[in-house]
């Protein structure tokens, strides 16, 4: 019985790592992506955010489209990526929030502050604090801590 169970869970992961990009002009999953469930896609937010590293990627401007569709699920993410010392992933990642519930961005408000308000040089340099400012703004996020 556990070999079954084990058989059964390979093939979900096998399939569910279908969805992930191969490469800078693989748009093939979008489609899918609009549709699958919410448990399906989780073991592969990580590898899905990777891809709106550089948003002049074909599948990064496909990929923020229908990636707010998993918003609660990404708030873990997305911190780790507000954390991070790629400045630029900041940036379209601050992008795709514009398309999130306000609800869920809240839960990622003092990333966001900081971000706005204490930027590195490096996130200065990248405008990523100009993009947190557009955030807070959009959502009101000044009235959260």
Do not use: G
């Not at 169970?5 to 093939?11: E, G, Q, S």
């Not at 699920?73 to 954390?83: D, E, G, Q, S």
């Amino acid at each position: 019985m556990n070999e079954q169970y084990l058989y059964l869970w390979v093939i979900i992961l096998h399939d569910v790592f279908e969805l992930v990009p191969k490469d800078k002009f693989d748009c093939s999953c979008i489609e899918r992506l609009k549709s699958v469930d919410i448990k399906e896609v989780e073991p592969i937010l990580d590898a899905l955010l990777e891809w709106i590293q550089d948003i002049n990627w074909p599948v990064a401007k496909e990929l923020i489209k229908v990636l707010p569709r998993f918003h609660k699920a990404l708030i873990p993410h997305i911190k780790t990526i507000f954390n991070s010392n790629d400045d630029q992933w900041e940036c379209w990642t601050l992008c795709l929030l514009r398309d999130f519930p306000a609800d869920t961005v809240k839960y990622l408000s003092s990333e966001i502050k900081r971000i706005a308000e204490y930027p590195t040089k490096e996130e200065l340099s990248a405008e990523a604090n100009e993009y947190a400012l557009e955030i807070i703004q959009q959502f009101n996020l000044n009235d959260y801590k």
